[in-house]
């Protein structure tokens, strides 16, 4: 009998934070300069330490990572490693920091992490929900090209390079730069009951919170755990692999490097069906297919997801689709004419026949002015930096009228 059968429990991926290319290929919302943190794109992180942010959405005493070196181009050292609870800033509270094992991967590669278990904290209360975990660690010599997810939408931190030091401790002062992005942890698991499991978001910048709050934690998917969390549900754990720019059916494999990663459809493996604990898939995605940039057209895309629908059904997962909501004047490059409108309107038109998806949430209805078949105004601003909105990208309360029609159809 597995160690899982025998406690009742299993590996439920609680957070994750797509890899899509190596720094800085990607999209990026509020990033400080960091040419003094990397001042060597190639060379990467030298003999230097990292702290990066997690969010879990539910918690357990018992942890492991997922780390990832996809886009390198040599192997990653990376020692010292430690989770510890984040207390603000850079800082963690003090006693919190458990060790993990130095771990070194090969270019190309992905791995889990040892299990560690964490006596300091308490078991799953509702107390811990909505705190941070912060991972640390220091590249020994230069990581190379660094693996990363560009827009996190959270604050992190690196110290300056050959401090090796910083990682080690729980202050905050060996860490003067800030990212707000993500390098190298691409999930985290918790050993939960086996009832619970994980719904993931997959999807392009909509889903991973392009004009949402930076630290505000309000993108459709915070929003709509937060209200699991209020309801008493502690079997259901949203996972956010959204990427900005990303595409279904583009760029085709062995391009050139595309901010917005690989096509959906080639990051199945590693960003769902790797995951721990899935049974729920909901996909909202087909904007950026339809771009000057992407240029596809709505069967091609239609057809792309019926075959990945396949696969993932095939692993005994349910998917739920989406509508997609106007672009139509969006001042964003790329996006916003006429064209790409019509291909929106085709796609959706495919998606309420009801055959491509087990089931769907209308997004556009929700989302789009009827009047004028953009975005609507009371969702059409830039909640990260408080500039006036491009169209495309729902603000903050966009979020949570996308959280609140895809409630409806979760159980």
């Not at 996809?70 to 430690?82: A, E, I, N, Q, W």
């Not at 091609?300 to 739920?320: C, E, P, Y």
Request: charged residues 15%.
């Amino acid at each position: 009998m597995s160690t899982a059968l025998a406690s009742g429990h299993h590996w439920v991926t609680v957070w994750a934070a797509s890899a899509q290319g190596a720094y800085p290929v990607g999209s990026t919302v509020a990033q400080p300069d960091l040419s003094r943190a990397l001042p060597d794109v190639r060379q990467g992180l030298v003999n230097q330490s990292l702290r990066m942010l997690l969010r879990p959405a539910l918690w357990a005493p018992r942890f492991r990572l997922r780390l990832s070196n996809r886009f390198g181009d040599k192997p990653l050292r990376l020692r010292g490693m430690s989770l510890g609870l984040h207390r603000g800033g850079g800082a963690l509270v003090p006693g919190t920091r458990v060790a993990l094992p130095d771990q070194t991967m090969a270019a190309g590669a992905w791995a889990w992490t040892p299990a560690v278990t964490w006596a300091a904290l308490p078991a799953p209360a509702p107390s811990m929900q909505g705190l941070s975990l912060a991972f640390s660690a220091w590249v020994e010599g230069a990581s190379g090209p660094i693996t990363w997810h560009a827009k996190a939408m959270t604050t992190s931190y690196l110290s300056a390079p050959g401090d090796r030091g910083a990682a080690m401790s729980d202050s905050e002062l060996g860490f003067p730069h800030t990212t707000t992005s993500n390098f190298f942890i691409d999930a985290l698991d918790a050993w939960l009951p086996s009832k619970v499991c994980a719904l993931v978001a997959l999807g392009d910048s909509l889903t991973d919170g392009t004009a949402t709050t930076l630290n505000g934690h309000d993108r459709w998917t915070d929003v709509l755990q937060r209200e699991w969390w209020a309801a008493g549900r502690e079997d259901l754990a949203l996972v956010n692999v959204g990427i900005g720019g990303n595409q279904v059916t583009g760029p085709a494999p062995g391009a050139s490097p595309w901010r917005g990663g690989p096509a959906a459809t080639e990051r199945l493996v590693p960003d769902v069906l790797e995951l721990s604990g899935v049974r729920t898939v909901f996909w909202l995605q087909g904007i950026n297919d339809f771009s000057d940039n992407g240029q596809a057209d709505a069967a091609a895309v239609s057809k792309a997801m019926a075959h990945a629908v396949q696969r993932m059904r095939a692993q005994g997962l349910r998917i739920l689709g989406a509508t997609v909501p106007s672009a139509l004047g969006s001042t964003r490059p790329g996006h916003g004419s006429v064209r790409q409108d019509a291909q929106r309107r085709a796609f959706n038109a495919e998606v309420r026949q009801g055959a491509l998806f087990d089931d769907f949430v209308d997004l556009d209805l929700a989302l789009t002015d009827p009047l004028t078949g953009a975005l609507h105004a009371a969702f059409n601003g830039d909640s990260t930096v408080g500039e006036p909105g491009d169209g495309l990208h729902p603000n903050r309360a966009g979020h949570a009228a996308m959280a609140r029609c895809i409630l409806q159809k979760l159980p």
